[in-house]
């Protein structure tokens, strides 16, 4: 039998913020989330991100297992 109250309270509407916007509302154990970094401002998902490269070991893989038209 599991132990009685033990879990946090559940808010199935809290609000995630980003610079003081309103993002998201997401469940949690937290009234408000404020965060740093989100979907909507990280280069992996913006298409924003770049390799930097300065020892050519992306062109040399690329060589390697001849891949060609990537786009980087």
């Known amino acids: 039998m599991p132990k009685k109250n033990i879990h946090p309270n559940w808010i199935s509407n809290a609000k995630v913020y980003y610079d003081g916007q309103l993002i998201m509302i997401v469940s949690s154990t937290k ?3 404020h965060v740093d970094i989100w979907s909507g401002n990280h280069p992996f998902y913006t ?3 770049r390799i ?3 020892e050519g ?3 040399r893989f690329l060589k390697k297992y001849k891949i060609e038209n990537t786009v980087i």
């Open 31 to 33: 009234p408000e989330l």
């Open 47 to 49: 298409g924003l991100q």
């Open 52 to 54: 930097i490269d300065t």
């Open 57 to 59: 070991r992306v062109e």
